[in-house]
C-alpha cells in the first residue's frame, strides 16, 4: 500500500521531532519527502488526498541508536546464534529489522553483528530488495583478549593491531566504528567497572576511524573506561552505567552523546527466572540503580541523550524498541525530551541530516500515533496505540485513516 505522490495529513497533532507540538497543522508529503508543514487554513483549498488525523499526532518516525540485528532476545542470544548457520543468522537480522519497522522504528544503528551478515541486510533495504528501516552498522566490535564481545568481535591488543581492526571494519563497509572501552553484563568473567582497553588504545582506534570519516561508538560502563573513550573522542558512550562527576563533566565538555539502554538491563532482571545465565542476573541486578542514577545525572546536567535500547539482549525484543521510551519517562525524562532523544538526537548520533524531524524538506519518514504522546508517552512506547508507519512516503505498517 503506498501514499499517493501527494498526500495531506491535517486534522490531528504534529510533533516537529524537535520538542515543539503544533496542534491544528497540516502536513503535506509528496512523494517521499514532507513539502510544506502549516495551520490546517493554509491548506484550504487542496484539491488532493487527505487522510484525516483527527485525535492523533504525526510524529517523526523513530531511531533506535543501540541493537543487535542478529540476536533473537532470547534468554541465551549467544548460545541460540551459535547453532544456527549464517543464512538462518542473515534471516533472523532481516526479520528483525522489519519488526522494529513495524514497531516505529525507520532507522537502526547495530552496534555489533556476525561476521558482516547484518550488512547484506542491510544493502538489501537499501536498494529496496525487502522493506525496512535505513541500518547503519558497525560490523565486527574492537575489544581486546578477553574482553567484553570477545566471543563474536574482533579481538585486538595494542595501538597497531586495534588500527588494523579499524581498517579492517572500514574495508568491510561499516557506518561506524564500535570499540569496548569496559567490560559488561553479558560476557562471563568480566566486570562491567573494569576498564579494558587503554586511553592509547582507545585514541588509537578512534583517530584512525574518524581519519576514514567513521563515527564511533564505544561500550562504556566503567569510569575510567568511559574517561578513556570520552578523551580519545568517542562520540557516543553507550550504558555509562559508573558515570561520576569527571565523567560528567568531561561528556557535557565534549557534547558527547549517551546512549542509555535502559531495556537491556531492565529485561534481564525482570526475567531473572527465566532461563538467562545466571553470570548475567547477577551483574545486571549489581548496576541496576547506579545505571538509573547515571541517566537522570547526564539528563538533568542537559547533556546529550539518544534512544537505544541494546534490542536482541535477554528478553529486549525487536519490535517492542518503543517501549525504551517509557523507561526513559520513568527515570525522570519529559515525554517530549524522550520523544526528542528518539527522533531528532537519534538520527543526529546517527549521521541523517533530513530524518528525525517533521519540516519541508525531511524525509518522509513517520508515524502516525493514537492521541498526544507529549502528554502520554505511552502513545507512542505501546505500538498497539501506532496506527501507520511510513517510510518514504509509503505505508510500511498499519493503515491509514479512510
Not at 293 to 322: C, V, W
Not at 326 to 333: D, I, K, N, S
Not at 349 to 374: I, K, Q
Request: aromatic letters at 6%; charged letters at 20%; glycine letters at 14%.
Amino acid at each position: 500500500m503506498s501514499a499517493l505522490p501527494q498526500t495531506l495529513y491535517i486534522g490531528g497533532k504534529v510533533f516537529d521531532g524537535r520538542g515543539g507540538i503544533l496542534p491544528g497543522h497540516g502536513v503535506l508529503v509528496e512523494g517521499k519527502q514532507v513539502t510544506w508543514v502549516a495551520p490546517a487554513a493554509e491548506f484550504n483549498g487542496f484539491a488532493g488526498r487527505r487522510v484525516d488525523t483527527g485525535g492523533m499526532t504525526l510524529m517523526p518516525g523513530m531511531a533506535d541508536c543501540h541493537v543487535h540485528l542478529v540476536y533473537t532476545g532470547g534468554a541465551d542470544p549467544q548460545t541460540q546464534m551459535s547453532k544456527q548457520g549464517p543464512a538462518q543468522i542473515t534471516l533472523t537480522a532481516l526479520e528483525n529489522a522489519q519488526a522494529a519497522l513495524r514497531g516505529g522504528f525507520t532507522a537502526l544503528r547495530d552496534c555489533g553483528g556476525k561476521d558482516y551478515l547484518e550488512f547484506g541486510v542491510r544493502d538489501a533495504i537499501a536498494r529496496g530488495v525487502f522493506p525496512g528501516p535505513t541500518i547503519k552498522a558497525s560490523g565486527r566490535i574492537i575489544c581486546m583478549t578477553g574482553g567484553h564481545g570477545n566471543r563474536i568481535g574482533r579481538v585486538a591488543d595494542g595501538c597497531e593491531e586495534v588500527v588494523k581492526a579499524v581498517r579492517e571494519q572500514v574495508h568491510a563497509g561499516c557506518d561506524l566504528v564500535k570499540i569496548m572501552a569496559t567490560g559488561g553484563v553479558m560476557t562471563p568473567g568480566v566486570s562491567p567497572m573494569d576498564a579494558h582497553y587503554s586511553f592509547d588504545e582507545m585514541k588509537a582506534g578512534v583517530h584512525e576511524a574518524k581519519r576514514f570519516r567513521k563515527s564511533t561508538a564505544s561500550h562504556a560502563q566503567g569510569t575510567q573506561g568511559i574517561l578513556n573513550a570520552v578523551r580519545a573522542g568517542i562520540d557516543s558512550i553507550e550504558h555509562g552505567i559508573f558515570m561520576d562527576a569527571q565523567c560528567l563533566e568531561e561528556m557535557l565538555a565534549a557534547e558527547t552523546y549517551l546512549v542509555p539502554t535502559i531495556a537491556a538491563v531492565r529485561n534481564i532482571v525482570a526475567n531473572a527466572d527465566n532461563g538467562i545465565p545466571a553470570y548475567a542476573v547477577e551483574k545486571a541486578r549489581a548496576v541496576e540503580q547506579r545505571h538509573r542514577e547515571s541517566i537522570q545525572m547526564y539528563y538533568k546536567a542537559g547533556g546529550r541523550i539518544a534512544l537505544g535500547t541494546d534490542a536482541g539482549t535477554p528478553f529486549n525484543l525487536h519490535g517492542d524498541n518503543a517501549m525504551e521510551l517509557a523507561y526513559m519517562v520513568e527515570f525522570g525524562m519529559t515525554p517530549v525530551d524522550a520523544l526528542v532523544a528518539a527522533t531528532s538526537r537519534g538520527h543526529d548520533l546517527m549521521g541523517m541530516a533530513g530524518h528525525g524531524v517533521v519540516e519541508p524538506g525531511c524525509a518522509a519518514d513517520l508515524l502516525l500515533v493514537r492521541g498526544d504522546p507529549t502528554e502520554d508517552i505511552m502513545q507512542a512506547a505501546d505500538k498497539r496505540f501506532h496506527v501507520a508507519v511510513l517510510r518514504n512516503g509509503e505505508v510500511m505498517s498499519g493503515a491509514l485513516p479512510a
